[in-house]
C-alpha cells in the first residue's frame, strides 16, 4: 500500500511540474488564456473538464498497469 501512495504522490508532483511550465514560459498568454476562460460558459467548461478526465482514463488504460 506504501507504494501505491509513493505512485500517487509522484503522479501528483508531476502534474504540478507540467501545469506550471505555461505559466512559467508565456505568463502574458496564460492571463489571456484565464481571462477566456472566466468569460466561458460553464456548459462548455465541464465539457472540456469530461474531455481531459476521458482522455486521460483513456491514455492510462493504453499504458496498462503500473505494476507488472
Known sequence: MDSLWL???RAFCLLLVIEGI???LYPTRWR???ELAVH???RTLRA???LSMLLGVAGI?????AIP
Not at 61 to 65: A, F, I, K, V, W
Open 7 to 9: 505512485e500517487l504522490g
Open 22 to 24: 505555461i505559466p512559467f
Open 32 to 34: 489571456k488564456l484565464l
Open 40 to 42: 466561458t460558459d460553464p
Open 48 to 50: 472540456i473538464g469530461l
Open 61 to 65: 488504460s493504453l499504458l496498462g498497469p
